[in-house]
């Protein structure tokens, strides 16, 4: 039996149970809406197949007083793999069904030639079936691949990688050719903000953002317990929102974009012209930073100033109870958080303001967990 030829309402108690299980079944009703007859009628069928469990040990209903029986995702009924394509590696998680790491890897990319990536992401998947012991029991169910850029999650394509240089690839079908398994594509920062969702900073919210900042800036946006994919696969780009004041051109082409001043790559560009030396790395325009170089703590407070703006835009937009700030960028957050803070005050609308702000780095297997917690995903809700 196939997740996704259930009713709505067996996706609904699935997913709950995924995100906040175990759960006795009247306390699934509460979290659902749904009636006690409707949740048994889903559960049965669930039950009979093994994609849910009864944990035999019953524990006491706060509200009847009664005892009650915990059921659960059977987190053994299947395996999937998340890959994280990054512009020089690969970072692979084999998880399980509540996608908990049973196996990670990482394997190095000599080359962004398309055909090199498919055949290494191939390697990959081989080594951590092998690794995870399920390459005798073909467990693995599905593949998730995450990637920067314009993807097209329902056609598998990847429209435009700047990182990559590619440009209508699809990748999913390539991926799956190569495997003989079942892939999707997902954005990277998306398929990171469906796994906050599940099991990270955004379990329980009805509305959050996930923004990185790293070589890119992007945003994952959860509305109403949804990951907006927008209509043409592109939403959450706040790093090609326009802020002006600066004429530095972005990888997109245009200038005045976040991404143009508060990368990690334009942050070393701008300490690099700062104190006039063109071997400067990121690391030591943070020590210099740290030790009080004038120059460089202004480079980094520029950067907290557009950062601050998206990071307004964002709130006034959409309204979220919470803004995550993760990606390899937040290892210098320390030297703009002040900033940021400030101008986000300074231009969030009302209430908007009250936004709680969070920062949380993440290495990179958590961005392939993103990967498998998407292809798991379409078990119970199948792109159309």
Request: aromatic share 4%; charged share 20%.
């Amino acid at each position: 039996m196939s997740l996704a030829d259930q009713p709505p309402a067996a996706a609904l108690v699935f997913q709950t149970l995924l995100a906040h299980g175990p759960l006795t079944r009247a306390e699934v009703g509460r979290r659902t809406g749904l009636t006690a007859g409707a949740i048994t009628k889903v559960a049965t069928p669930l039950l009979a197949d093994g994609w849910i469990t009864e944990l035999g040990r019953p524990v006491v209903e706060r509200a009847s007083g009664r005892p009650a029986t915990l059921i659960a995702v059977r987190a053994e009924r299947a395996r999937f793999v998340g890959v994280k394509v990054t512009g020089d590696e690969l970072i692979g998680v084999l998880a399980d069904l509540t996608a908990q790491p049973l196996a990670t890897a990482r394997a190095p990319l000599g080359s962004r030639d398309v055909g090199t990536v498919v055949l290494a992401i191939a390697r990959l998947v081989t080594r951590l079936r092998e690794e995870a012991g399920a390459a005798q029991d073909g467990a693995v169910h599905s593949i998730g691949v995450t990637i920067s850029g314009d993807v097209d999650g329902q056609t598998g394509t990847v429209s435009y990688s700047p990182f990559l240089d590619w440009r209508r690839v699809p990748l999913a079908h390539l991926v799956e050719t190569a495997t003989g398994t079942p892939t999707v594509v997902e954005n990277d920062v998306r398929a990171l903000t469906v796994a906050e969702q599940w099991f990270g900073a955004g379990v329980g919210l009805s509305s959050f953002a996930l923004v990185t900042v790293g070589a890119g800036i992007g945003a994952g946006l959860s509305i109403g317990g949804r990951v907006v994919s927008g209509a043409h696969g592109v939403s959450g780009e706040i790093g090609h929102l326009p802020v002006g004041g600066t004429d530095r051109t972005c990888t997109c082409g245009n200038t005045g974009c976040v991404e143009a001043v508060a990368s990690t790559h334009a942050i070393t560009e701008q300490a690099r012209q700062a104190t006039g030396d063109p071997e400067l790395t990121m690391a030591e325009a943070v020590r210099r930073a740290h030790d009080g170089d004038a120059a460089v703590r202004a480079v980094f407070s520029r950067a907290g100033h557009v950062m601050g703006l998206a990071l307004a835009a964002v709130a006034n937009l959409i309204g979220p109870e919470r803004i995550i700030i993760s990606g390899e960028g937040v290892a210098s957050y320390d030297l703009y958080a002040d900033q940021i803070r400030q101008t986000f005050a300074d231009h969030a609308f009302g209430a908007a303001a009250d936004c709680d702000i969070v920062v949380r780095p993440l290495p990179f297997e958590e961005w392939a967990r993103g990967g498998a917690a998407v292809a798991a995903q379409h078990l119970f809700a199948p792109v159309k």
